[in-house]
């Protein structure tokens, strides 16, 4: 009993991981830009795919693969906030919202066009063998994952705190207005944010598809809402919050499906957002604002 919960643990954190990279880009663009991406989860599909292009038509060795995809998000998400969300800069919310739904079904459509809806088998290039401790099973891909995943926790969290660009995006964040009036390049600080939050999206994409091992067009969008609802768990805006959310919510969906239902467990999954909003509306980690008016 005791390794299946272990199991199930090492399970949750390796999906909890990858939910967390997916819900950095969400919380990233709404701390500050205080707009809701969600086009953020078909980035991991565009990333699944620009992989696959890479390996299998390109013939790339791992690597320069793993490098090709990263970048390929990385435009990808300047050119979305380019087109579609920076004309919008000033627009009601909901226009933004909308666009973003829009710009979802857009890459959904064009992967459709383009790969069609035939689920297509990938091997995945992670190579790494299991170790056993304890009696407990640890797979490759789960040790591959929680090192990336701890290793860019760290290195967003110094570019934050301890980078000029950082600082930038802190304050842009805090007050758009001010940061404008101190010098702050406003617009470049957005497209930036968009271009790291894309990125750490493509990682999420190269591990979810190393894990399950094939791709289709709407692969990205359950996930994507699981990293939102991550996201809102930890408190949306707040990076550490998008971490917790990500690796409670992975662990929750693994013990649900283990030892519940599998059927449920998606279900459990989005009761206990309402329950923790319905407690703490602002989430593990947000920070309660008041609303001049």
Known sequence: MLTNILEQLINGLRTGSIYALIALGYTMVYGIAKMINFAHGDIIMVGAYALY??????HL???PAVIFTCVVCAVLGVIIERIAYKPLRNAPRLAVLITAIGVSYFLQSASLI?????PIPFQSIIN???INIGGVTISGITI???VVTTISMIILTFFINKTKAGSAMRAV???MGA????GINVNKTITMTFAIGSFLAAVAGILYICQYQSLKPTMGALPGIKAFVAAVLGGIGSIPGAMLGGIVLGIIESFSKAFISTELSDAIVFSVLVIVLLVRPSG???KKKSEKV
């Open 284 to 286: 593990f980690l947000g």
């Open 114 to 118: 383009i790969f069609k809806a035939t």
């Open 61 to 63: 060795p791992a690597i």
């Open 128 to 130: 790494v063998d299991s």
């Open 144 to 146: 591959v994952t929680l």
């Open 179 to 182: 940061a404008q009036l101190v």
């Open 53 to 58: 292009v890479a390996v299998a038509l390109l």
């Open 173 to 175: 964040s805090e007050d």
